[in-house]
């Protein structure tokens, strides 16, 4: 039995800033396993990608992450833009992967499984639904409400939203996904709606404004913690909910938990790639921000 188990895509991504052109990996499985190979917890990575990026899943396994493959006939290919202000961003997609499948997953079991599509089709909601009777389910919502045109990526609604969202336990989304999923232009009114629909904690992060999240009729205001030069926004919302995650397992409460996430998060952007902190360095980050 794992604390926690990310279901997601490894991704090959090109990265434009008004600094650089840079080529990575990515993705929501990248990132979140990278956030949590230092911290005191039970992980596993399920994911899917080309033989020809395999060197991507060794990557992982040198730090000693745990990873569950399948092959794909393709590894999803990102590129993302990102204007000067850095929670701006344009994304294209080149390739896709094979979507995860219950016999994949079936062998799998844990406390808590983080969800990272990155498209639409990714994690089915029978998927979903196996899951939750397995354990807690988290999910990142933003791949069901890409919609893909001419390789480009647009924002759109989620046709099973009703029926997949009564098994997520927590969600997290950004602004623009939570009025794409909802509507409600007004934050607080569409963290409603979705708690309606039976998630239990809605996590909406805002970049560098901060964050917010909803749980029992209560609002939990989480602030930016930010370092003195940003160099890298990429990751930052998956590094955000391996943080919030990891302390939730830990037992900690939901503000607490959710500036542990903020601090994480704003470390991150301090570099480029992935973060591979200690609890410590959050910890201290946290205490000085």
Not at 2 to 17: A, L
Not at 121 to 129: A, Q
Not at 212 to 219: C, M, P, Q, R, W
Request: hydrophobic share 40%; glycine share 10%; proline share 3%.
């Amino acid at each position: 039995m794992y604390d926690i188990c990310c279901i997601g895509h490894i991704t090959s991504d090109k990265v434009v800033t008004t600094n650089s052109v840079m080529y990575m990996a990515g993705g929501t499985a990248w990132y979140f396993s990278h956030a949590l190979a230092r911290m005191d917890v039970s992980y596993l990575l399920v994911t899917a990608l080309a033989e020809a990026e395999m060197h991507y899943v060794i990557d992982l396994c040198n730090k000693d992450i745990e990873v569950n493959v399948q092959l794909s006939a393709q590894t999803v290919f990102f590129e993302n833009i990102y204007a000067e202000n850095q929670d701006e961003r344009t994304q294209n997609v080149w390739a896709k992967a094979d979507p995860f499948t219950i016999t994949q997953t079936e062998p799998v079991n844990a406390k808590i499984f983080h969800l990272g599509p990155l498209l639409a089709d990714d994690i089915s909601t029978e998927l979903i639904k196996t899951l939750a009777t397995k354990g807690r389910v988290s999910l990142d919502v933003q791949g069901y409400l890409r919609k893909l045109e001419n390789h480009k990526v647009h924002p759109t609604d989620w046709p099973e939203k009703i029926e997949a969202l009564q098994h997520i336990d927590i969600l997290k989304a950004d602004i623009a996904e939570l009025q794409a999923l909802t509507g409600e232009k007004e934050v607080n009114e569409g963290v409603k709606v979705v708690a309606g629909w039976g998630v239990k904690e809605v996590v909406i992060t805002n970049g560098s404004q901060g964050s917010l999240i909803y749980s029992d009729g209560v609002f939990y205001t989480i602030p930016a913690y930010r370092p003195p030069v940003i160099v890298d926004a990429t990751g930052c919302g998956d590094t955000y909910m391996a943080g919030y995650l990891y302390k939730r397992i830990k037992g900690a409460g939901i503000q607490q938990s959710g500036e542990f996430a903020a601090a994480m998060a704003g470390l991150k952007t301090a570099t480029s790639g992935a973060f591979m902190g200690t609890e410590g360095e959050v910890m201290g980050f946290l205490g000085g921000g």
